[in-house]
């Protein structure tokens, strides 16, 4: 059954090319009276000027104040995974990272960055407060956190949070992903996980998307989440576990049994291949 959830933010409802047009314009005449001032600090070819204060005044222009960006165009950096940012940084400057919005946007500010600035800029970015949660208006669709948490076995897609940890805190060179933009991350999951989401629907990655920024620091608890109509993922939260059992929509366990080889809960048909399997984490 095709989910009929609409997300009427305003990042959504501005175009991406209207964006990025409007942005083009407004960075272009921040940076111009930046020169114009004779204010080296905002100076990007300056290899003099420290991570710290690039983050604060160029970064910080579309990316937010501490990492925290307001546009659904520019990624969240904050609380950022610091190797990740560090890799995506020299993928940006060598151009091996080449997508349309990265052409348009980053490989200026990361042009003249010295190695030094790159690890500033990734550690000053990686420490700051977590990406901050952001609820939808509508309900959050109960498949984005089925699928980040148990992938689609059916479909050979993998579970997301394999990688990107139960909290898609990242790890690394693996990117945090929760709180993060549900615009960017759509745009993103097809030119970064090309492979491992090729088989999922577009509504199935706006479903973990819009998952994946409502869990952000600050934002939905996993079990306040609002249930659909065939099936009812209760999810309780333990002293440090999220254990998603599932329900049908009287509330009634679904057809499930505990298996005790593997610690884990099946749903569906007994042992089928269309069976759920749900970790007892
Ligand atoms: C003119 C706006 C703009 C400025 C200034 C800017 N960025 Fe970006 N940045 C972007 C956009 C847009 C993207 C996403 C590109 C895409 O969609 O692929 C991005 C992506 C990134 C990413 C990859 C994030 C991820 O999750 O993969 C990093 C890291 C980054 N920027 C760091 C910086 C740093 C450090 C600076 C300052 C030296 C900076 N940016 C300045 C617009 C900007
Ligand atoms: C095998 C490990 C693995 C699995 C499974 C995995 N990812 Fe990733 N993901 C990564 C790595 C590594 C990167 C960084 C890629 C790069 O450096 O460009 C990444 C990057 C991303 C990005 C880009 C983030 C950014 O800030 O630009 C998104 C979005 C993403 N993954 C979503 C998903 C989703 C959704 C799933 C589940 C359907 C998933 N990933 C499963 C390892 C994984």
């Not at 009929?4 to 407004?26: D, E, H, K």
């Not at 904050?78 to 080449?98: P, S, T």
């Not at 952001?134 to 309900?139: C, E, F, G």
């Amino acid at each position: 059954m095709k989910q009929n959830y609409s997300f009427q933010n305003f990042s959504q409802r501005m175009t991406p090319a209207r964006g990025a047009v409007l942005w083009s314009i407004s960075v272009m005449l921040t940076m111009l009276a930046g020169c114009s001032n004779l204010d080296r600090s905002r100076d990007w070819a300056d290899s003099q000027v420290s991570g710290q204060v690039l983050a604060e005044q160029v970064c910080s222009t579309c990316h937010g104040v501490n990492g925290q960006s307001a546009n659904s165009l520019f990624p969240k950096l904050a609380g950022q995974q610091k190797n990740y940012i560090l890799g995506q940084l020299e993928a940006i400057k060598g151009r091996d990272r080449n997508s349309e919005h990265t052409r348009q946007f980053m490989w200026g500010p990361a042009r003249y960055l010295s190695e030094k600035q790159m690890d500033e800029l990734a550690t000053y970015f990686s420490q700051q407060p977590p990406m901050k949660g952001v609820l939808p208006s509508t309900p959050i669709p109960q498949r984005g956190q089925v699928i980040f948490h148990q992938g689609v076995p059916e479909k050979g897609v993998k579970a997301c949070a394999s990688c990107h940890g139960d909290r898609a805190e990242g790890d690394d060179e693996i990117p945090r992903l929760a709180g993060q933009h549900t615009y960017y991350l759509n745009s993103r999951a097809r030119i970064a996980m090309t492979k491992i989401v090729s088989n999922l629907s577009d509504d199935e990655i706006q479903a973990v998307s819009a998952y994946l920024e409502s869990i952000g620091e600050g934002g939905a608890k996993p079990s306040t989440l609002v249930a659909s109509k065939e099936k009812v993922v209760a999810v309780t939260t333990g002293s440090d576990f999220v254990v998603p059992r599932v329900f049908d929509a009287d509330g009634d366990p679904k057809n499930c049994h505990y298996s005790v080889w593997t610690y884990g809960w099946y749903c569906g048909s007994f042992w089928s291949a269309l069976g759920y399997h749900l970790k007892n984490q």
